[in-house]
């Protein structure tokens, strides 16, 4: 035991001793300049595979050579930059970008499978209207699990903050912490609703430049840098004007992109793209029979327009594809192959392809099956009968309850030889018919065939 405490070569007193500056023999000095750092490396990693330090763990006339470990990881899996700063390097590129809005976390694959740079996150989760009945915290479960099955950034929905300032600040934390690029925030008043439906109201323009103010104080708290998408219902619910007069209140207030919802024409578009030319704007899509007029991403661009969404794309093809599936599945049939895809195709979609392959660097060459049979065939563990049996008739009989003074167990190797012996006391041996059962009666019980 002292011996793997206390390694032969190894220092008596210490495992970790002090580091005093180590003097180096003439025997190691080339020159009198310091070494030069190399590249990819640093004064902690060339300390650590300094000779005269290995000399000092390992006192031996070949150190070992310890490699530097390096703790950075360069993979594309786990991108270097935050998914906000992603967000926010697109919005500096030029050009217009679309982002489909996803619904689950397997559509949000699906968005970056066909190299969409972003995605916006919907309320369609409990498969009810959009009318405010999804909770804060539905909406930020379903969200971590979208923002965890990509890579891409992914604008998240935050509706009207689900309250006053102070819950706005609650729910941009809990979107950080999700992992989310982008938070929208609207003014509209609870329940909210769909902003291309009817009966829209909004809050004081006063209350919602304090609820944008009471959003960034929230991303500076949590020292993160969530993009701000500030959005007002107000062309609907007042008029055109109000709504550019808040956006440019937005803008003031430190929003990082403007979004008007259900603008009614290209005019009206036009319009809100020249105030605050400074801040990004964002276009609504509404797919289907939207107050906007749906423009082409060129038209959008020479307008003005930075970011495009596409709300209903994903889910209203989704709803009609399954009703078409489910119409097949009812008559007796399957859906045809040019609308379902083979199973190898989904199985590639859903990644078990990717699975299979890094599963591999985790693949031993012993299964538990072998190991289990490996041990069977190691040893036999034998009870035999112990050493003094007397029937009732003072007779040797192994097929009577008796007392005996030791229970013998044997465990014999796969050579043959004996490897364990065992003599147990005070034991109360019964064997009871054919079977030769023994029962071990002094604290457990324990049961055995004789062979």
């Not at 392809?353 to 034998?382: C, G, H, M, V, W």
């Not at 003074?405 to 018919?433: H, M, Q, S, Y």
Request: charge should be neutral; include cysteine.
């Amino acid at each position: 035991m002292n011996q793997l405490i206390n390694p032969p070569n190894l220092p008596h007193k210490s495992i970790f001793p002090k580091i005093p500056t180590i003097p180096i023999s003439n025997s190691h000095k080339t020159h009198q300049s310091p070494t030069p750092t190399p590249p990819n490396s640093s004064p902690i990693s060339n300390f650590w595979s300094n000779p005269p330090f290995q000399r000092l763990l390992f006192p031996s006339n070949s150190p070992i050579k310890l490699r530097p470990i390096s703790c950075s990881i360069k993979n594309p899996n786990f991108p270097t930059e935050s998914p906000a700063k992603a967000l926010r390097r697109l919005l500096e590129s030029p050009g217009i970008h679309q982002g489909p809005a996803c619904f689950d976390a397997l559509s949000a694959k699906l968005v970056e499978r066909a190299r969409f740079d972003f995605c916006f996150s919907s309320a369609a989760r409990l498969g009810l209207p959009d009318v405010g009945l999804i909770s804060y915290g539905e909406m930020l479960d379903q969200g971590r699990l979208i923002t965890q099955a990509v890579s891409i950034p992914v604008i998240g929905d935050g509706d009207n903050g689900y309250g006053n300032a102070m819950n706005v600040k609650r729910t941009v934390k809990g979107f950080i912490k999700a992992g989310f690029a982008g938070i929208i925030l609207e003014d509209q008043v609870s329940p909210k609703a769909c902003g291309h439906t009817c009966g829209r109201k909004v809050v004081s323009q006063e209350e919602a430049i304090m609820q944008i103010k009471a959003a960034i104080d929230a991303r500076e708290e949590s020292g993160s840098d969530i993009v701000i998408v500030a959005r007002t219902d107000s062309r609907q619910a007042v008029s055109l004007e109000e709504a550019l007069s808040r956006s440019r209140a937005f803008a003031n207030a430190g929003a990082d992109v403007l979004f008007i919802d259900a603008l009614a024409s290209r005019e009206e578009m036009k319009a809100f793209c020249d105030i605050s030319p400074s801040v990004p704007k964002m276009a609504n899509m509404l797919e289907g029979g939207g107050k906007t007029p749906i423009l082409n991403p060129n038209e959008l661009e020479e307008f003005g327009f930075k970011l495009v969404s596409y709300p209903l794309s994903l889910i209203g093809v989704s709803i009609r594809a399954m009703e078409d599936a489910l119409t097949a599945i009812k008559t007796g049939r399957v859906p045809p192959p040019g609308s379902l895809p083979l199973f190898e195709e989904i199985k590639d979609t859903l990644g078990f392809n990717d699975y299979y392959e890094e599963e591999k660097r985790y693949a031993t060459t012993t299964s538990l099956a072998d190991f289990q049979k490996e041990n069977e065939q190691d040893s036999i563990a034998k009870v035999l009968i112990p050493d003094a049996i007397y029937g009732p008739d003072g007779s040797r009989d192994p097929f009577y309850a008796t007392w005996s003074r030791t229970l013998r167990v044997k465990i014999t190797g796969r050579d043959g030889k004996e490897k364990l012996e065992v003599r147990i006391p005070g034991a109360l041996a019964v064997a009871e018919g054919s079977d030769k059962t023994i029962l071990w009666k002094q604290n457990t019980t324990l049961h055995n065939t004789q062979p």
